[in-house]
């Protein structure tokens, strides 16, 4: 009994309750407030960025902060170059920018110390975020297809792909499922790895009240712990804010490529 006791009381006492957010209704709609101010720091962070970038930019001996950006920009550029070529130039800036803004985003969850109300939480745990840049980004991937085709060429595309012409039906439907999934994947891939990471941190902060008898072994464990998780977790942001950005660059790809080759790029990005 004392053992059950014992290792049922820490489980007992846990709490978690990540997401929970100060929130304003405007009408039908229910804004957290906090998520929303995350987001105008975050945004406020990456043009002050720009802004210092273009003051420093110089064309002789860089500094630090222009040397590491114009790395970033190679290997984007490299990236965009070695997929779509020479008429993906005008990709890069927008690849670039969600990069370092959802990286930004990211870095928030670093501050969170795992309590029920964040002060600055990461903008990306919240599901509103990645779903609006996803379908920010998927209306221009539309676009370029549509300049890139022509809006005759746009529609038949999705009667003759990938199946001969005369299964129009079945490439309809595969198609369409494709353009509703491109989206659901952006959004949950990045709001579903930010969110774990508050779960995580919930648990962690959880362990504070664990005792066994009277030395407070959750208190002591919970630290290291803790900082092993946020250092995991600012890796974990980084690949998460490049995933969205190559993804981006992949549909673009698709969107931007001749006829003969979308299926092609198609199959890449589906594989």
């Given amino acids: 009994m004392g053992l059950t006791n014992l290792l049922s009381t820490p489980t007992l006492g846990i709490d978690i309750s990540p997401g929970v957010h100060p929130q304003v209704h405007l009408g039908p709609l229910t804004i957290d407030v906090d998520i929303v101010w995350a987001t105008l720091i975050a945004a406020a962070v990456v043009i002050t960025m720009g802004l210092v970038l ?103 595309h999705y009667f003759s792909r990938p199946f001969p012409p005369k299964l129009f039906f079945v490439n309809l439907f595969m198609n369409g499922v494709e353009e509703l999934v491109k989206p659901v994947t952006l959004t949950l891939r990045l709001f579903g790895n930010l969110f774990a990471g508050g779960l995580m941190l919930s648990l962690l902060a959880s362990l504070v009240i664990w005792k066994l008898g009277p030395a407070p072994i959750g208190a002591v464990l919970s630290v290291p712990f803790t900082v092993i998780w946020k250092l995991f977790d600012m890796a974990i942001g980084a690949i998460q804010a490049f995933i969205f950005a190559l993804l981006t660059i992949l549909y673009f790809d698709t969107a931007m490529a001749p006829d003969e080759e979308h299926q092609k790029s198609g199959e890449v990005i589906n594989g």
């Fill in 54 to 156: 273009r003051k420093k930019a110089t064309n002789g001996v860089p500094g630090k902060f222009q040397l590491l950006w114009e790395l970033a920009v190679g290997a984007v550029q490299k990236q965009v170059d070695d997929t779509i070529g020479s008429r993906g130039a005008q990709v890069v800036p927008l690849a670039l920018t969600l990069f370092v803004f959802i990286f930004t985003c990211n870095l928030f969850e670093v501050l969170s110390i795992g309590s029920t109300y964040d002060w600055l939480p990461a903008p990306t745990s919240d599901v509103n975020l990645p779903l609006a840049m996803a379908l920010f980004v998927i209306v221009l991937v539309h676009r370029a297809a549509i300049k890139n085709r022509g809006l005759g060429g746009y529609v038949k």
